[in-house]
C-alpha cells in the first residue's frame, strides 16, 4: 500500500480521535497517501502536492513552500507490515485517513481482515471525501464513514468534489455521518443546500469549525454551535488541534 512517510516509517499513531461523532475514543491513524481531490487549504498536502503536478495551493506564497518529491513522502509497505505495526499499539479503533483512503479499498480490506482475525474488538473508521462509492465487501468490512464533502472554498470544481452517487450512497447508508468544515455563513448556506439536495437527515450531520489553532477554531464556534441548535445538527470541535497544536503523528 501507498502511505504517508513520518519520520522514515509510515505515518501510523495513536491519539484520542479528534474530530466527529468518535471525538475523544482512543484510535490508531494509518494515513493514506496519494488523493483524487487537491483541495487548495489541504493540511496533508505531502500526500498529493507532489513536483511536476500543476495543483495549486495556500503554502505556495508560504516563504520556503515547495512541492514534495513523492519518493521522500512515500513509503510502501504491505498489508501484513502495517498489521505488525498496528496489533501491539493499545487501541481496538483504527482510523483509515489519507489523503483518500478509498483509492486503496483493496489493502485496506486485507489489514481489517488481518487484525480482526477472529477477534470481536476491532473498530474501523473512514475518513473521506465523499467522492467514492465503496464496494460493497469494503462498506462491509469496516463500521463506520465520516464523510466531509468538500465546499466551494476547496477550489475544486464542483464536477470533481460533488459525486451525487456517491453523497446519496452515504446519505442513505446507517454507518455514515456528514462532518461539514465551515469557515463563513456562505459555507453554512452552501451546506444547507447539499443536505437539502442529498437528502441528508439532519441527525447525521456535524459541523466543524475550520482552524489550526484554538484561537482559530473559537473565532467562529458560537456562530457555528448557534447555526447546530437551529437545525438539528452536531458541533464538532478539533480536539486534537486544542490539545497538541497543528503537528503531525498526533
Ligand atoms: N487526533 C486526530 N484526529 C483526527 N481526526 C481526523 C484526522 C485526520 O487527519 O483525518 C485526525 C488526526 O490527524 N488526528
Ligand atoms: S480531499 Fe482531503 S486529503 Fe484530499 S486534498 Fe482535499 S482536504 Fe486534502
Ligand atoms: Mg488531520
Not at 466551494?152 to 447508508?173: H, I, K, Q, T, W
Not at 456535524?206 to 454551535?225: I, N, Q, S
Request: net charge negative.
Amino acid at each position: 500500500m501507498k502511505l504517508a512517510k513520518l519520520n522514515d516509517g509510515p505515518e501510523i499513531f495513536h491519539t484520542l480521535q479528534g474530530e466527529g461523532v468518535s471525538a475523544g475514543l482512543p484510535a490508531t491513524f494509518i494515513r493514506a497517501s496519494r488523493c483524487n481531490l487537491h483541495c487548495r487549504w489541504c493540511d496533508t498536502d505531502y500526500t498529493w502536492n507532489f513536483e511536476g503536478t500543476p495543483w495549486k495551493h495556500d503554502f505556495d506564497t508560504r516563504p520556503g513552500y515547495a512541492k514534495h518529491r513523492k519518493e521522500d513522502v512515500t513509503i510502501e509497505i504491505s498489508p501484513e507490515a502495517i498489521a505488525d505495526v498496528v496489533r501491539p499499539l493499545p487501541p481496538r479503533r483504527v482510523v483509515l485517513t489519507g489523503g483518500e483512503p478509498l483509492l486503496q479499498e483493496s489493502g485496506w480490506l486485507e489489514l481489517i481482515g488481518l487484525l480482526r482475525d477472529g477477534s470481536e474488538a476491532w473498530a474501523f473508521e473512514v475518513e473521506t471525501n465523499g467522492t467514492r462509492i465503496p464496494s460493497d465487501a469494503f462498506a462491509e468490512a469496516v463500521d463506520q464513514f465520516n464523510v466531509s464533502p468538500k465546499l466551494a472554498n476547496s477550489g475544486m470544481d464542483p464536477s470533481l468534489r460533488l459525486v451525487p452517487g456517491a453523497l446519496e450512497y452515504f446519505a442513505a447508508s446507517p454507518k455514515a455521518w456528514f462532518k461539514f468544515v465551515a469557515a463563513s455563513p456562505d459555507d453554512l448556506r452552501e451546506i444547507d443546500e447539499l443536505a437539502e439536495r442529498f437528502r441528508i437527515r439532519p441527525e447525521r450531520i456535524l459541523l466543524m469549525p475550520e482552524g489550526r489553532t484554538g484561537a482559530e477554531l473559537d473565532r467562529h464556534a458560537a456562530e457555528l454551535a448557534e447555526a447546530c441548535v437551529a437545525r438539528g445538527w452536531r458541533f464538532s470541535d478539533r480536539l486534537h488541534v486544542r490539545l497538541w497544536g497543528d503537528r503531525r503523528g498526533v
